[in-house]
């Protein structure tokens, strides 16, 4: 049960878009379609953003996009806002009826 | 609204017990999976466990496994973690969380547990 690979910090100034990457193996990431992401502001629980790699909570801006290709999904905001400005997380279904987070990814928006 | 409210939280010996309590609201507990996720200060998210609807099935992280156990009652709308043989590295905010089989929806706002002599 490695934790997923994030990079630890991602930026873009606001209406950009930024695209945070979790790296797995063919046993978690690239084995099902059971990716989420979600956003953790400071001091607050974490909210669901993504689902089952690309589904999209209601309540969840559309400028929150998912996609996997491999081993590899992605989180895309595009037209960023200085309330993005949060720490977000992958999750994944690992097999063997366990789930594995990432490690993280704070994202500034300059 | 649904709600999720964490109790049971302390500062407790290494090699201690604790059970933690999540008493849900809102929805519907009897359909959903919940989880229990914690977070070690500075630390990123861990998921711990997970519970079926129904209570017939459960998982857990290979640092849990044997020590903690999930459990939940329908009837009372509460989820349950007992947590035995307590280590320095399981301090961290526990949250329960709804969802589905690995998604989560609803977090509550966590419990903290701290294991220091």
């Known amino acids: 049960q490695s934790a997923l690979t994030q990079p630890r910090s991602v930026s873009g100034s606001p209406g950009q878009s930024v695209t945070i990457s979790c790296t797995g193996t063919?046993?978690?990431?690239?084995?099902?379609?059971?990716v989420s992401w979600y956003q953790q502001h400071p001091g607050k629980a974490p909210k669901l953003m993504i689902y089952?790699?690309?589904k999209r909570p209601s309540g969840v801006p559309d400028r929150f996009s998912g996609s996997k290709s491999g081993n590899t999904a992605s989180l895309t905001i595009s037209g960023l806002q200085a309330e993005d400005e949060a720490d977000y997380y992958c999750?994944?279904?690992?097999?063997?009826?366990?789930?594995?987070f990432g490690g993280g990814t704070d994202l500034t928006v300059l | 609204e649904v709600q999720l409210v964490e109790s049971g939280g302390d500062l407790v010996q290494p090699g201690g017990s604790l059970r933690l309590s999540c008493a849900a609201s809102?929805?519907?507990?009897?359909?959903?999976?919940m989880h229990w996720v914690r977070q070690a200060p500075g630390k990123g998210l861990v998921w711990v466990s997970r519970?079926?609807?129904?209570?017939?099935?459960?998982n857990y992280a290979d640092s849990v496994k044997g020590r903690f156990t999930i459990s939940r009652d329908n009837a009372k709308n509460t989820l349950y973690l007992q947590m035995n043989s307590l280590r320095s590295e399981d301090t961290a905010v526990y949250y329960c969380?709804?969802?589905?089989?690995?998604?989560?929806?609803?977090w509550g706002q966590g419990t903290l547990v701290t294991v220091s002599s």
């Open positions: 969380a709804r969802g589905g089989s690995t998604w989560k929806d609803y």
């Open positions: 809102g929805f519907t507990f009897s359909s959903y999976w």
């Open positions: 519970i079926h609807s129904d209570g017939t099935s459960t």
């Open positions: 063919s046993s978690d990431v690239g084995g099902y379609n059971y």
């Open positions: 089952d790699v690309s």
């Open positions: 999750c994944s279904y690992a097999g063997s009826y366990t789930v594995v």
